[in-house]
C-alpha cells in the first residue's frame, strides 16, 4: 500500500471533525487535491477561490474546470489585498497580511472552519502565512495527518486527477518581487505575460520573472538555461523590455538559474 493510501483514511478522519469545511483553493495541487477529497467524503464541503492581480488566470481556470467535473459548491472572492497597504509595501512577513485578507474574506461568506492545504514540508520554510491562519482558527488537515508533499501528489493520482499530480509549485505573482520593492498589478501583470511568453517559446520545466532592486532576472530550470541561445535571447530581451516599458526605470536584464524563493530577502542575524 503506497503512503498516500495509508494517509487517505487519516486525511479522511481529519476532515469528518472539522466540518462544515470551508476550503481555499488556490489552484494548486495542495488545495486541489484536499477540495476534491473533502468533497467526496465530507458532507456541507464549499470551495473558496480567491481572484486577484497576484494571482494567475491559469489558476482560476483550473479551480473552476475542477469544480465543474467534480460538481463542487465553489464561491470566487476577491480577498482585498490590494486595498491592504501592510501587504503592498512588501515586508518580510507580506504573507502574513495576504492571508489575513484573505482568510477575513472568506469568513464574510460562511461560518464553516476555513482549512488549507498547507502539508508537511512547508513547516521547513519561513510562512508568515500559518500566523495568520492560527489567527484566524484555520485547520491544516494535511499537517494533522501528517502529509507531506509527496504523498499530496500520490494522492492526487490516487483519486484520479491525471496531470494535476505533477502541477509544479505556482506560488503567486507577488513572489517574484523582492523583498522591500511595492507590489503594483502593472508589474504583476508584466511579471505574467513575460514568464507565459518565455514558456510558449521554449520548453522550459522551471520560469520565474523576478523584479529585483537591481533588475529584472529570468531565472530558468538548469536544462532551459543551458539551451538559451543568442536568438531567444535577444526575443526575450527585446518583449520583456517592451513589457515592463515605463513601469520601471531601464531595468537591466540577466538570466541565471532557478533558485526557490530568491526574491525573498532574509533577515540577518
Known sequence: MSEASQSLPSLVAVLRTIEPIAVAVSGGIDSLTLATIAHRHVAGAHMFHAVSPAVPSEATARVERLAGQENWTLRIVDAGEFADPDYRRNPLNRCFFCKTNLYGAIAHHTAATIVSGANVDDLGEYRPGLDAAREHGVRHPYLEAGVGKRAVRQLARDIGLGDLSELPAAPCLSSRVETGIAI???????????????????????VRCRV????????????????LNDALETAFRRHIGELFAGLLDEPPLRFAAYRNGSAFLRPTA
Open 212 to 227: 529585483r532592486a537591481g533588475g529584472i532576472v529570468v531565472e530558468l530550470d538548469e536544462r532551459s538555461l543551458a539551451a
Open 184 to 206: 503594483r498589478p502593472e508589474v504583476l501583470r508584466s511579471i505574467h505575460a513575460a514568464e507565459t511568453f518565455i514558456a510558449a517559446a521554449m520548453p522550459v520545466a522551471t
